[in-house]
């Protein structure tokens, strides 16, 4: 009787645990069983582990097998453990030592012919690695960029299970990672493009000096989307940090750029208006899988023609909106996804959608329909309210020329410099994030400054949630003028934005 271990990582969202991978070679008739909560991708990893083994020249062993994947009570999906499972049966067999194995993190699946597959989720999994102390990793070489972005564990890239043995031999080496090449900038889109509309573009850098959410209305074709679009090229370019959470969601995800794993540019999200709840959101059949909200992490998730959308999936994003994450509760377990974005919505004003409002031909009650698809709770979540006016004259005179992304971006970055420096010592990053209660009390403004506020209260025209969005605002447009505290004119501004006839 022999017993050799080995070590991967399980994903629940995009925490991972380390799972204890036993194999356990005894008498009796030949057999494989494998036990520990697989799911049935995981469960069909024994036939292909075995074919894999043969077909890299080694014996599987023909008495009885028992695999145990601990902690046996955790969920285990996908085939990442495939190496992991291959290596300690080979280990307890005694054809290969087992002496490089502790510390060392095992992830792959593995082809019938002993070639080994990417997997989704190595990054993450590297990042859970090292926080539970492992030292080591052995992933697919396809992988390697992806995983050398984690520091402090040694990388290693195997092409195929047969590399992985010669190894633990000591009679060949694997591929080690080289430096990886993070681009200093990206093509986006320039503000230069847009004609015309200065209310919105002037709402668009608020929108991105603060961090606030913005609700463009307006008639087909007056650049909503074209606005929409340039918002990342108006943001400060992500942190490290803020790239690697950006690239664990994707790898998770799948559609990480094995070319460039990390990009500072902020993400841009724009499904579409048929996409379902569990697409928006995250959701799936057993562990939930991310959905846009948080592929569109620390960026934009822009939703064109909002109203269609419909209340269910809309209304799903309110908790969102404030938590900057997203929980999902299934039967196998709850993940959770992080979901901190800028919402940028954009939606005509009714149906028939005129280029005029004049020619509009829809009834009362059809506009109020049409308008009540976006809810109020979902709008008070809503910063900036902007209705855009139609575009007169699509030739701009060289002396009036439009300003263009990096001139805004540099008042952007400096306004966000400013709160950033303003609220260090209290963990916040942004305006949009500072709690009412610290824009009330510690932070509160004079009497004169919020009197417009105080009596939008008490007309019922805003409510508590209404006025403490007003107040970031308020921060927001100050940062931008370079005031020290905002005044009644910034909160009189930041009223304006939230006025409900521009939804």
């Known amino acids: 009787m022999a017993l050799a271990r080995s070590w991967s990582i399980a994903l629940l969202g995009i925490e991972g645990r380390s799972v204890e991978i036993e194999a356990d070679i005894g008498a009796g008739m030949p057999g494989t069983k494998l036990v520990g909560l697989p799911d049935p991708g995981l469960r069909e990893a024994k036939d292909r582990v075995r074919a894999a083994v043969r077909n890299s020249r080694h014996t599987w062993p023909d008495t009885n097998v028992t695999l145990g994947l601990s902690p046996a009570n955790l969920p285990k999906v996908g085939s990442s453990y495939d190496l992991g499972i291959a290596v300690a049966v080979l280990a307890a067999s005694g054809a290969v030592p087992a002496g490089e194995l502790p510390g060392t993190v095992m992830l792959g699946e593995l082809a019938l012919d002993g070639r080994l597959r990417p997997v989704p989720g190595v990054l993450p999994a590297l990042l859970a690695a090292r926080r539970l102390g492992h030292r080591r990793a052995v992933v697919p070489v396809e992988c390697v960029p992806e995983a050398a972005l984690v520091d402090g564990v040694e990388v290693l890239g195997a092409a195929a299970l047969a590399d992985v043995l010669a190894w633990l031999r000591g009679e060949a080496e694997l591929v080690r990672p080289e430096a990886v090449e993070v681009p200093d900038s990206q093509h986006v889109p320039d503000l230069v493009d847009v004609v015309g509309q200065p209310e919105a573009r002037w709402a668009l850098e608020v929108a991105a000096a603060g961090g606030h959410h913005i609700l463009l209305t307006g008639p087909p074709g007056i650049g909503k989307t074209m606005l929409a679009s340039r918002l990342p090229g108006l943001l400060p370019p992500l942190s490290r940090a803020e790239a690697l959470e950006v690239a664990a969601v994707r790898s998770v995800d799948g559609s990480l750029r094995r070319s460039t794993p990390l990009e500072l540019v902020p993400p841009f999200v724009a499904p579409h208006h048929s996409i379902s709840a569990a697409a928006l959101v995250g959701g799936g059949s057993g562990l939930a ?123 952007v970055v400096a ?13 916040w990053s942004t305006n949009a994030v500072v709690p009412g209660r610290a824009l009330w009390r510690e932070f509160a403004l004079s009497r004169t400054a919020t009197e417009l506020v105080e009596r939008g209260l008490q007309r019922g025209a805003i409510t508590a949630r209404g006025a403490d969005r007003c107040l970031r605002v308020a921060w927001t447009l100050a940062d931008l003028d370079g005031a020290e505290r905002p005044d009644g004119d910034h909160v009189a501004s930041a009223l304006e934005f939230r006025d409900r006839r521009a939804a």
């Open 289 to 411: 899988v991310p959905g846009a909200i948080s592929k569109a992490h620390r960026g934009v998730l822009f939703l064109d023609e909002a109203a269609e959308f419909g209340p269910e999936r809309l209304d799903a994003m309110r908790t969102v909106l404030e938590e900057g994450e997203i929980r999902i509760a299934r039967a196998k377990g709850v993940v959770r996804y992080p979901a901190s974005f800028q919402l940028v919505m954009a939606s005509n004003p009714c149906p028939c959608a005129p280029p005029r409002e004049t020619d509009c031909t829809c009834t009362p009650a059809a506009r109020r329909r049409y308008a009540g698809r976006l809810s109020g709770p979902l709008l008070d979540r809503v910063d900036l309210r902007v209705r855009m006016r139609p575009v007169t004259a699509m030739r701009v005179h060289e002396d009036r020329c439009p300003e263009s992304t990096e001139v805004v971006r540099r008042r």
């Open 415 to 427: 306004a966000r410099a400013r709160a950033a420096e303003r609220w260090a010592d209290h963990g």
